[in-house]
């Protein structure tokens, strides 16, 4: 799927020639860096993959859940700075894409008119808007710092404990938001995508208990449902100037009173849905064929037994077990 599904809708969101940024001479589908592209894409695969494989052993017992742990929180918030610190080149290294993009296009205006190409790309002058990888390096903060902050103050606030693992998903949340939006929005939008992160992220991953899906890493509502709604949030809250600055076109969000708005919200719900309709229907192809296949989960005992035990002679973390045992009986 990652040769075939997450190439397909990279084409629609960012080649200019693709059906959806072709749609409209006046406004055009705006996906800043992969909120729909990349996150709703893989977020959607991973939903659809948790779905068809069904819960762990233990996950869920006379329709209740009961939580099976990671082995350690400490490393998952190390991995979580890491990839925070890597989301600031993803998504600012982004920016002169975006900068060059425009640069060949005034270009090859330039030639078509019969004037002679410029020698280098445009500077991001202030009259636009100031330059855009200070904004999106800001922009990415704010959301991340609000949505971990909001989520961890409501989860305290809600069990009287200050959950790290909430922690670090909110702040993954808070960056996916970010993703499709930090070049086009203001600092203060860029708070109402942390808070809006902090909400989806919490009431996400109460609704997957209660539907009885086991998304271990929540990662579906990290990524899917962030990402769907960074992505059309952007039809209110988009700045015209910062769509013009990075795309050429005068248009942005309702917030603004802006005269197209409605057409970019417009663009952006549908081009959330062509990529949600494209990922899934290969995803539950792919993944129902590997379950008829008997290729998507392994069996009962070697599940129980751990994968370490099975394929390598001895348990890599001897103090987890998945389903704990009374007294060493093997009784569970």
């Not at 979580?80 to 600012?92: R, V």
């Not at 961890?152 to 200050?162: A, E, F, I, K």
């Not at 009962?300 to 394929?311: F, H, K, P």
Request: overall charge negative.
């Amino acid at each position: 799927m990652a040769s075939w599904v997450h190439p397909v809708a990279s084409h629609w969101a960012w080649q200019r020639d693709s059906w959806l940024l072709g749609l409209s001479d006046e406004c055009r589908f705006l996906d800043f860096a992969g909120g729909a592209a990349v996150h709703v894409c893989g977020g959607l695969m991973g939903l659809v993959g948790a779905t068809i494989v069904g819960p762990r052993i233990g996950r869920f017992e006379e329709g209740r859940a009961k939580d099976i742990p990671g082995h350690d929180v400490s490393s998952a918030a190390i991995g979580t700075l890491f990839l925070w610190f890597g989301w600031f080149g993803f998504n600012c290294g982004t920016t002169y894409v975006y900068l060059g993009n425009m640069a060949t296009a005034a270009a090859a205006t330039s030639v078509d008119d019969g004037l002679s190409a410029p020698s280098s790309p445009p500077p991001p002058a202030g009259a636009t808007g100031g330059n855009p990888a200070d904004r999106v390096a800001l922009n990415m903060t704010l959301t991340a710092s609000v949505s971990s902050l909001t989520a961890l103050l409501l989860s305290s606030l809600h069990s009287g404990t200050v959950d790290l693992v909430i922690c670090c998903n909110a702040l993954l949340a808070g960056l996916v938001m970010s993703t499709p939006a930090c070049g086009f929005i203001t600092s203060w939008a860029a708070v109402v995508y942390g808070l809006a992160g902090a909400g989806i992220y919490l009431g996400g991953a109460r609704l997957l208990v209660r539907m009885h899906v086991d998304d271990p890493l929540e990662s579906s509502v990290v990524h899917f449902a962030c990402g769907t709604a960074g992505t059309v949030l952007l039809g209110f809250l988009a700045r015209p100037a910062y769509v013009a600055q990075l795309t050429g076109y005068n248009c942005g969000g309702l917030v603004y009173g802006a005269r197209k708005g409605g057409l970019l919200l417009g663009l952006q719900v549908l081009g959330v849905v062509a990529v949600a309709a494209w990922t899934g229907v290969f995803s539950v192809l792919v993944f129902w064929a590997l379950r008829r296949a008997g290729r998507l989960r392994v069996d009962q005992v070697t599940e129980l037994a751990g994968l370490d035990n099975m394929d390598h002679g001895g348990p890599a973390y001897p103090e987890f077990n998945l389903v704990p045992y009374n007294n060493g009986s093997g009784e569970r």
